[in-house]
């Protein structure tokens, strides 16, 4: 059996899978924000009518999945593997929102990367032969983040000026073996990268090397230049982990005129504080399921190398004064 893979960390997809359905639910600032028309639901209350900031996750997974799921033509039951992900501790957003639905379930954590994983893991799935369709979805919340990672909401924490403010949002992506574009066409598995970064409200400047080190092996692997693409965006590196990847990239003579970052694009810098820019997991997912694959489904945009990164930090390494270990996968996505 001839070999998919392409240099050390790329894989070619030689049936590359369909997007099928995509759809995302984000909180109240979120559609506040530039991105709102891509938005598939704007809760204005963040508890999403439960008793806690956690179940709200919870049921912004459900409603996501859901409606991709509607989108597709598919029920849950003809899912073969969903693979799902959050910030939250054992990733009980993802576990509760699949609690009763009778579907393969692979709970998978990347950080603020996991929309990019459970997107390559479900697209390797079923290029392998091992089914017909996969979805992929996950969430953060604003609320939960601040009390699981840093402070609770209640103590209120000055914020410093290189934070970025996790979003209250949720996106799912359900894949068919066979169908119309867009394809997922090329993985590239990232490497854990740690530059010996330990300020938690800096994550920007942890995660840009394992961007920069994801993007270099993709390029290297599949022979591409930049220029290939018509979108390379990263996931939440923000405003300073953005500056960041563009000045590795320039070490190498390399100019990136082709970037952007989800966490630059959801919020409005000037009208709304995040510092920063936007993170979490909800980021990449909402910017993917909503600005990024309408673009592609509407001409906007032919080829593009999704590439999300996650810090991959507790509450229990930062205290012990642990250096942010980084990831980045990348996912490239063909509109025909």
Request: hydrophobic share 40%; charged share 15%.
């Amino acid at each position: 059996m001839p070999t998919k893979k392409l240099g050390q960390q790329t894989v070619a997809l030689s049936a590359p899978p369909a997007i099928i359905g995509h759809a995302n639910v984000v909180g109240k600032k979120e559609g506040d924000g530039p991105l709102a028309a891509s938005f598939d639901h704007i809760e204005q209350d963040d508890t999403f009518g439960e008793k806690s900031w956690e179940k709200a996750e919870t049921a912004m997974q459900k409603m996501a999945f859901s409606m991709a799921l509607d989108k597709a033509g598919q029920s849950a039951s003809n899912l073969d593997y969903l693979f799902a992900g959050d910030l939250l501790n054992q990733c009980i957003g993802s576990s509760f929102a699949v609690r009763g639905q009778t579907v393969p379930f692979f709970g998978i954590y990347g950080a603020c990367s996991t929309m990019g994983e459970g997107l390559a893991l479900a697209a390797m799935m079923l290029d392998g032969g091992f089914g017909e369709f996969a979805a992929a979805v996950t969430s953060s919340h604003f609320c939960t983040a601040e009390r699981q990672y840093r402070t609770p909401l209640e103590y209120g924490g000055q914020r410093t000026p290189t934070a970025q403010w996790t979003v209250t949002g949720a996106g799912a992506v359900v894949l068919a073996k066979d169908g119309p574009g867009p394809h997922v066409t090329h993985v590239t598995a990232g490497k854990v990268v740690d530059k010996g970064i330990k300020d938690a409200n800096n994550m920007g400047a942890a995660m840009a090397p394992a961007a920069y080190d994801t993007i270099t092996a993709h390029l290297r692997d599949t022979g591409r230049q930049p220029s290939f693409y018509d979108l390379i965006i990263t996931g939440d590196l923000g405003v300073l982990g953005g500056d960041l990847l563009l000045d590795l990239f320039a070490r190498d003579g390399i100019t990136l005129n082709n970037y952007d970052d989800c966490g630059r694009l959801i919020f409005d810098p000037a009208g709304q504080d995040v510092h920063c820019g936007g993170s979490g997991c909800g980021c990449a997912a909402s910017v993917l399921t909503g600005y990024l694959l309408n673009g592609m489904r509407s001409g906007k945009w032919q080829n593009i190398l999704f590439c999300p990164t996650g810090a991959l930090l507790s509450t229990t390494s930062t205290q012990q004064g642990e250096s942010i270990p980084s990831i980045c996968h990348a996912v490239a996505i063909s509109a025909s």
